[in-house]
C-alpha cells in the first residue's frame, strides 16, 4: 500500500457528462501529481500542484483542470466527455519540497479506471 | 524536451534466468533521476528502483540492478532469478530536476515482460 488514495476505482459514464476524480496524498506529501495512462497514448503527466498551488502543466486538455485543497487533497475534473477520456488515471504524491530535490519519490495510487461509453 | 524510449514491447523468458530490459533517453539537463517502475496486472505502479544520474555507481535492490551508462544515455534494468511474480508491465522513467522535478517524471512505452514456469 503505497499510502497515496484514490477514489472511486472505476466510473462509468456518458459521452457529455462530467467527472471528478479525488486522490489524498499520503501523510505529509505536499506535491500531487495527475497522470493519465491510455493504451494509444502510454503515461502521461497531467499537472502538479505543490501545497495548493499548481506547480506545472504537462498534456492537460483545456475541458480537464485540477485543484488542491487546504488539506492537501485533488480533485482532477473532466468535463465534456469524449470516448477518447477513457482511460486509467493515476495520483502520484511526494514529499515536493522545491528546490531540494526531494520530488524524486513519487508514490502512486491504485488509479481511477474511467470508461466513458 | 525529454523523451524515453523503450525497444522491447514483449520479452518473454524462463523462470530463474536473468532478463535484462532495455531503456534509453534524451534531456539537455545535467541533473536528473532514472526509475524502472513495475505494473502487475493490478496495475498499481510500483517503484523497483532509482538512479541519480551524478552517481556513478549502478543502483542495486536486491534482484534488481541497473546498468546506467551516462554519455549513451543508456539505462537498463537487470532482473537475476526471475520469478512468476514478475510477471508485469516495467516502464522506464526520467525526471529532470530543473525546477525540483516539478514536470514529473517523463515515460517509456514500457515492455511486457513474462515470466514462464
Known amino acids: 500500500d503505497s499510502g497515496v488514495t484514490q477514489t472511486p476505482k472505476h466510473l462509468i459514464t456518458a459521452t457529455g457528462q462530467r467527472v471528478t476524480l479525488r486522490c489524498s496524498p499520503r501523510?505529509?506529501?505536499?506535491?500531487v501529481y495527475w497522470y493519465q495512462q491510455s493504451l494509444d497514448q502510454g503515461l502521461q503527466f497531467l499537472i502538479q500542484?505543490?501545497?495548493?498551488?499548481?506547480?506545472a502543466k504537462g498534456n492537460i486538455l483545456e475541458r480537464f483542470s485540477a485543484q488542491q485543497f487546504p488539506d492537501l487533497h485533488s480533485e482532477l475534473n473532466l468535463s465534456s466527455l469524449e470516448l477518447g477520456d477513457s482511460a486509467l488515471y493515476f495520483c502520484?504524491?511526494?514529499?515536493?519540497?522545491?528546490?531540494?530535490?526531494?520530488?524524486?519519490?513519487?508514490?502512486f495510487g491504485s488509479g481511477t479506471q474511467l470508461s466513458v461509453l | 524536451a525529454q523523451t524515453v524510449t523503450q525497444s522491447q514491447p514483449e520479452m518473454s523468458v524462463q523462470e530463474a534466468e536473468t532478463v535484462t530490459l532495455s531503456c534509453t533517453y534524451d534531456?539537455?539537463?545535467?541533473?536528473?533521476?532514472l526509475f524502472w517502475y513495475k505494473q502487475p496486472p493490478s496495475r498499481q505502479m510500483i517503484l523497483v528502483i532509482r538512479?541519480?544520474?551524478?552517481?556513478?555507481q549502478n543502483a542495486t535492490e536486491n534482484r534488481f540492478s541497473v546498468n546506467f551508462q551516462k554519455a549513451a544515455k543508456s539505462f537498463s534494468l537487470k532482473i537475476s532469478d526471475s520469478q512468476l511474480g514478475d510477471t508485469a508491465m516495467y516502464f522506464c522513467?526520467?525526471?529532470?530536476?530543473?525546477?525540483?522535478?516539478?514536470?514529473?517524471?517523463?515515460f517509456g512505452k514500457g515492455t511486457h515482460l513474462i515470466i514462464q514456469p
Open positions: 502520484a504524491s511526494s514529499v515536493g519540497v522545491p528546490g531540494q530535490g526531494s520530488n524524486e519519490k513519487l508514490f
Open positions: 501523510s505529509g506529501d505536499l506535491s
Open positions: 500542484y505543490y501545497n495548493g498551488e499548481e506547480r
Open positions: 534531456t539537455s539537463e545535467n541533473n536528473y533521476y
Open positions: 538512479q541519480e544520474a551524478y552517481k556513478q
Open positions: 522513467a526520467l525526471m529532470g530536476m530543473t525546477g525540483g522535478g516539478a514536470d514529473g517524471l517523463t
